[in-house]
């Protein structure tokens, strides 16, 4: 994430290690008491590393042309998620709007919870200290810095993700898009534009 | 443990001192906000975390905080604000 102070490394190579080294033991431990097999693990990897953005671009696109789903999907997210044959395994997902008056921008404070099911794994900056610091307290400065400026007449509303809700911000839909197909829709939800930090695409931008 | 505060209550975070695993991060402990809708009972991570069971299950609240309120410099427009998942053993009503 580009940001204009001076700081040294973010996370102590040792202590990464340690974790490590901590991960590949209980890995193991389970592998040999029998409780999960290598294949098991692997094909969960598998499954994580291909859930991405294109989820929640399918999601975001479809509430833009759609009002009823949209209803939908703001009144329970994880429902709406499935409905499209996402399955979210249990995730508590909450959908926040982005109108005219309200921007909505996601962070985890305490650590780096994320709509994994939906976006796939998180960014590194989304999991560095300096983004989860400045996001609760200078959210504006944080939205500069990603070429995303809001007005002072909307609202900028951080969701700080602490406990057991998920978050999934539905970027404004941009002009000129009226009449677009579903599937040309979703290339412009980029994956920053559902975390918050930037909007979608202007359709000049990717045709 | 049964919901007590309705959607548009006033609360204040608790500003105990604590150690070990806690969802409630400092920044905001001792700031009041408001109820802003209830998101069912979880069990609870500060005893879960320690191999506990986590019981009994706490509501969960997302609370609605002005970024005036929790910060005396901040530099943005007063409606501003930051939603966060607050239990419920944390929260005190605020008349």
């Known amino acids: 994430m580009p940001h204009d102070h001076p700081h040294g490394p973010v996370v102590d190579p040792q202590r990464l290690a340690h974790y490590q080294d901590m991960a590949t033991a209980v890995r193991e431990l389970l592998v040999d008491k029998g409780i999960l097999t290598k294949s098991q693990i692997e094909t969960k990897i598998k499954e994580m590393e291909d859930r991405g953005p294109a989820l929640g671009a399918r999601m975001v696109a479809r509430a833009w042309i759609d009002s009823d789903y949209k209803a939908r999907l703001l009144t ?124 979608a695409k202007e359709p000049r931008e990717h045709f | 443990m049964k919901p007590l505060y309705p959607i548009g209550a006033r609360v204040t975070v608790s500003d105990r001192e604590t150690t070990g695993h806690m969802r409630t991060p400092t920044y905001i402990r001792g700031k ?43 530099l943005g427009p007063p409606q501003d604000t930051v939603d966060i998942e607050i239990y419920q053993h944390w929260l005190e009503r605020t008349v």
């Not at chain 1, 979210?88 to 404070?109: A, F, P, Q, S, W």
């Not at chain 1, 978050?167 to 939800?189: I, M, S």
């Open chain 2, 32 to 74: 009041t906000g408001m109820i802003e809708r209830r998101c069912g009972s979880f069990r609870n991570p500060e005893t879960l975390a320690y191999g506990g069971n986590g019981m009994p299950e706490q509501p969960l609240y997302r609370v609605r905080f002005l970024q005036h309120d929790i910060w005396t410099n901040y």
């Open chain 1, 76 to 199: 329970d997210g994880s429902a709406a998620a499935e409905e499209l044959g996402i399955p979210v395994d249990g995730t508590k997902l909450i959908v926040l709007e982005n109108t005219e008056e309200v921007h909505n921008l996601v962070v985890c404070t305490l650590c780096s919870c994320y709509p994994r099911n939906i976006l796939g794994l998180p960014p590194d900056w989304y999991k560095k200290r300096p983004y989860r610091a400045r996001a609760v307290k200078e959210p504006r400065a944080i939205l500069k810095e990603f070429d995303t400026i809001i007005p002072n007449s909307t609202s900028v509303r951080v969701h700080d993700s602490t406990a057991d809700m998920r978050y999934l911000v539905l970027p404004l839909r941009p002009e000129g898009t009226d009449g677009w197909a579903e599937e040309d829709l979703t290339k412009l939800v980029c994956r920053d534009s559902m975390i918050g930090v930037r909007t």
